[in-house]
């Protein structure tokens, strides 16, 4: 069966975590079903997977990954609500992390075996469209080894800080969850957490680094073509659904 490359991208704007993990696992089930549906089918009526990708903002919430530590979320209850934040155990690997406004969160939801069947090298293109956007506003980025997602001063690590968390889950290829890119982020809200459950690493944003803020829709803009040039893909913009 002919491999397909294209992704569909869609922007979801401002929404509820949990209101876009429903929208996720809907279209994660949607390609898994397919595929079961392709192996029982014969060669000539097999259906190319299709494969999305999606942008949102989320209201104050910090996620925990299955292989997490509770103890890493540094508030109860009713500090939760004094910060207007919300908290989800999820099902992606990981350890805690906080997503807010002001952060480009990105839910690639693709069929790898249309591209290549290597959650390593998949994990290494995610964290390299970071650092080429990153490489547009004249920052240097890179990775530290055995600690996912992109990192400056990653070489000397005298003050070694993190400006994009990653976590991922991968069924049979299918992907879901993905990362999250601090652009204009509150960095306080991470005082609240032992992010990605490192406690001897800051965490930094774009407009840190460049002393002021930068337009969302700008950065998102290179962020796609550095994806699609890296995937091999040609990225199309889909109408949200209705509904989720």
Known sequence: MQKNTEIQFEHLGLIDYKEAWDYQDKLFTSILDLKVQNRKAAEGEQVPTPNYLLF????????????????????????????????????????????????????PILDLENYFT??????????EAIILTLADYGIQAGRIQGLTGVWLDHEEQRNPRKICAMGVKCSRWVTMHGFAFNINTDL????????????DKAVTSLAKELGHEVPLAEVEEKLLKHLAALFE????????????
Not at 118 to 127: N, S, T
Not at 233 to 244: D, F, K, L, P
């Open 56 to 107: 949102c903002y989320h209201p104050h919430v910090y996620t925990l990954g299955k292989s997490g530590h509770e103890d890493h979320l540094l508030l109860n209850e009713a500090g939760l609500e004094a910060k207007g934040a919300t908290y989800y155990k999820i099902n992606r690997g990981g350890d805690i992390t906080y997503h807010g406004p002001g952060q480009i969160v990105g839910y």
């Open 118 to 127: 290597d959650i390593h090298k998949y994990l290494r293109f995610l964290e």
């Open 188 to 199: 306080d809200y991470f005082n609240n957490i032992v992010p990605c459950g490192i406690s």
């Open 233 to 244: 893909a040609t990225i199309t913009t889909a109408a949200h659904e209705e509904g989720y």
